[in-house]
């Protein structure tokens, strides 16, 4: 079945009608009269090319009619016209369907035939619960055109989508045009993407690695996650529109230039170990990874870096206890020969410097004495090293151990015209070497008191942190070389003239004894130690 726009019964006439009262030839004013006229006027050549112009009008509308057919059909659109059915007052009760198209009869799976003159609360019960049918009234009775998205479902509790629908409704005649598409899988698509990006951005920003969204033109921020934000210190609304450069992330030129090469030339970067200035200035050591993608029509790259700081102190720590061991292993096999011939040339000193015919060379032999003395307490301090050294553990405070070495720092920061502050927290007690733990403040407190010039002051503190007990002593003095740093605690290395290059490599060694770590901030303003005791 199909609608075609066709030209009114006695359409002619009237058109003949009108011509001739506009030649003001029919002056009869009876039906048979004026109907005489009318046909002797037919056969006048007037009305010849007026019937001429009339079938060619009729000629056009029916092209019209068939291009419209074809149009309406060809529509990818649904579309439908309706007639309104009123009550007796004037009420919309209804809509017949008058017509529709190829598309729409597709959508709701009914043929042309099927669904022509048929009521549109029968055809589609869902409209009146969804309000489509009271809003095809407003169109219909106030000639507002309707723009609106429908969802319909196919349940009471709304549960189960039946479809999602751009609906756009006019006015026409007594009734309404419809047009409509079924965007359901639109829809589906664009909620599916929203929660894929949801999920993408819950993920990018709650990853406990360091994820960052950059313009690949010019490596500005476009998003940082929290990890970011944590690890370097700089916000999200600090680093949005900067690049590296800006917050100078790079203490390295060479790092950036090969990472831009690379994502450059290739679109990725894996595991390419780089290091990051934090906004304190504490370097971080990163494992990047880079991808170059689409975001928003723009070429973006998308970095994820890992933070092996701490793995990297772990690698350092543990070759450091390695070679603690093997030199602890080498003093305690080599301390006992070495002593016992010190110990009989000391004896043999010590005889000379008492008789009568040597007493001019005593001076030589208490130097000599003196010397052999501190041979002696080096090798004491190289079998200290030896992490299977025995340790005599009691219940004890730290602060108290403190406390009780104070009168004695505080004596030699005197002398050199230094200050001593001890600020110490509450902590709980631990199991300590009493005499292991003094000698690790003794020479903390002698290595932050040489690095100091006189004047400025040390700090000693004792503090809880998540239930760790942590020691530390800052000093105020020029900071530790970067490559010095790398280097501390390796037994008999020293930038001392006098140094035996032991005094740290022993703190390391006792605090791997008591099971804790030793960790050094630096810089310009100065150096803190920090031993972390482990939970007991």
């Known amino acids: 079945m199909s609608v075609k726009l066709s030209i009114p019964g006695g359409l002619r006439r009237k058109a003949l009608d009108t011509y001739i009262n506009r030649r003001e030839i029919c002056d009869y004013q009876n039906k048979y009269g004026s109907q005489f006229v009318n046909e002797e006027i037919l056969k006048t050549p007037e009305c010849a090319m007026l019937l001429t112009q009339l079938r060619n009008m009729e000629e056009r509308i029916q092209k019209n009619e068939e291009r419209f057919q074809t149009f309406v059909d060809?529509?990818?659109?649904?579309?439908?016209?309706?007639?309104?059915?009123?009550?007796?007052?004037?009420?919309?009760?209804?809509?017949?369907?008058?017509?529709?198209?190829?598309?729409?009869?597709?959508?709701?799976?009914?043929?042309?035939?099927?669904?022509i003159g048929r009521s549109i609360?029968?055809?589609?019960?869902?409209?009146?619960?969804?309000?489509?049918?009271?809003?095809?009234?407003?169109?219909?009775?106030?000639?507002?055109?309707?723009?609106?998205?429908?969802?319909?479902?196919?349940?009471?509790?709304?549960?189960?989508?039946?479809?999602?629908?751009d609906i756009r409704a006019v006015k026409l005649g007594d009734g309404?045009?419809?047009?409509?598409?079924?965007?359901?899988?639109?829809?589906?698509?664009?909620?599916?993407?929203?929660?894929?990006?949801?999920?993408?951005?819950?993920?990018?920003?709650?990853?406990?690695?360091?994820?960052?969204l950059r313009r690949l033109e010019d490596f500005r921020y476009i998003d940082v996650n929290l990890t970011f934000e944590r690890v370097l210190g700089y916000s999200l609304e600090e680093s949005l529109g900067r690049s590296c450069m800006d917050l100078n992330l790079w203490p390295e030129v060479e790092d950036r230039q090969k990472y831009i090469r690379e994502i450059k030339k290739h679109g990725i970067v894996r595991n390419m170990e780089v290091k990051l200035r934090a906004k304190s200035g504490e370097i971080r050591i990163g494992l990047l990874s880079a991808d170059v993608i689409a975001l928003g029509g723009e070429q973006c790259v998308l970095t994820n870096s890992i933070d092996i700081t701490e793995k990297k102190q772990l690698e350092i720590e543990m070759a450091r206890l390695e070679r603690f061991n093997l030199v602890g292993e080498m003093a305690?096999?080599?301390?006992?020969?070495?002593?016992?011939?010190?110990?009989?040339?000391?004896?043999?000193?010590?005889?000379?410097?008492?008789?009568?015919?040597?007493?001019?060379y005593k001076e030589y032999y208490d130097l000599m004495i003196l010397e052999l003395d501190r041979a002696n307490a080096i090798i004491s301090e190289f079998l200290s090293i030896a992490r299977s050294r025995a340790v005599e553990l009691k219940h004890h405070n730290l602060n108290d151990i403190i406390e009780?070495?104070?009168?004695?720092?505080?004596?030699?920061?005197?002398?050199?015209?230094?200050?001593?502050?001890?600020?110490?927290?509450?902590?709980?007690?631990?199991?300590l070497d009493e005499k292991e733990i003094r000698q690790l403040i003794l020479n903390l407190f002698r290595n932050g008191m040489e690095a100091m010039q006189p004047g400025k002051h040390l700090t000693i503190k004792t503090c809880l942190d998540n239930g760790k007990v942590v020691l530390s002593v800052q000093d105020q003095g020029t900071g530790i070389d970067p490559e010095v740093?790398?280097?501390?605690?390796?037994?008999?290395?020293?930038?001392?003239?006098?140094?035996?290059?032991?005094?740290?490599?022993?703190?390391?060694?006792?605090?791997?004894?008591?099971?804790?770590?030793?960790?050094v901030k630096t810089g310009s303003e100065g150096t803190t130690f920090f031993v972390r005791f482990a939970k007991q």
């Not at 919309?92 to 198209?101: A, E, H, R, S």
């Not at 080599?334 to 008492?354: C, D, W």
């Not at 505080?410 to 600020?423: G, T």
């Not at 008999?492 to 099971?515: D, M, P, Q, W």
């Open 485 to 519: 740093l790398k280097k501390l605690g390796t037994p008999f290395f020293t930038t001392k003239e006098k140094g035996t290059g032991l005094g740290l490599a022993v703190c390391y060694s006792i605090a791997a004894r008591h099971n804790a770590t030793i960790k």
């Open 332 to 360: 305690a096999g080599i301390a006992h020969e070495i002593r016992n011939p010190m110990t009989a040339v000391k004896g043999f000193l010590q005889y000379l410097s008492g008789k009568k015919d040597c007493v001019q």
């Open 176 to 212: 309404i045009a419809v047009t409509w598409r079924d965007i359901t899988e639109h829809k589906k698509t664009e909620e599916a993407l929203r929660h894929s990006e949801e999920r993408f951005y819950k993920i990018f920003h709650t990853s406990s690695i360091i994820q960052t």
């Open 121 to 165: 609360l029968e055809l589609r019960p869902l409209y009146k619960e969804a309000g489509i049918f009271n809003e095809f009234c407003l169109v219909a009775n106030r000639g507002v055109p309707l723009v609106r998205e429908k969802m319909t479902y196919e349940d009471p509790v709304k549960k189960i989508i039946y479809g999602m629908y």
């Open 74 to 115: 060809s529509m990818l659109d649904c579309f439908a016209v309706y007639s309104a059915v009123r009550d007796k007052s004037g009420k919309i009760t209804d809509f017949l369907l008058d017509y529709v198209n190829d598309a729409a009869c597709h959508n709701f799976k009914m043929t042309r035939e099927e669904q």
């Open 404 to 431: 009780s070495l104070y009168p004695l720092i505080q004596a030699d920061a005197m002398v050199s015209d230094k200050e001593i502050k001890i600020e110490l927290g509450e902590i709980i007690n631990l199991n």
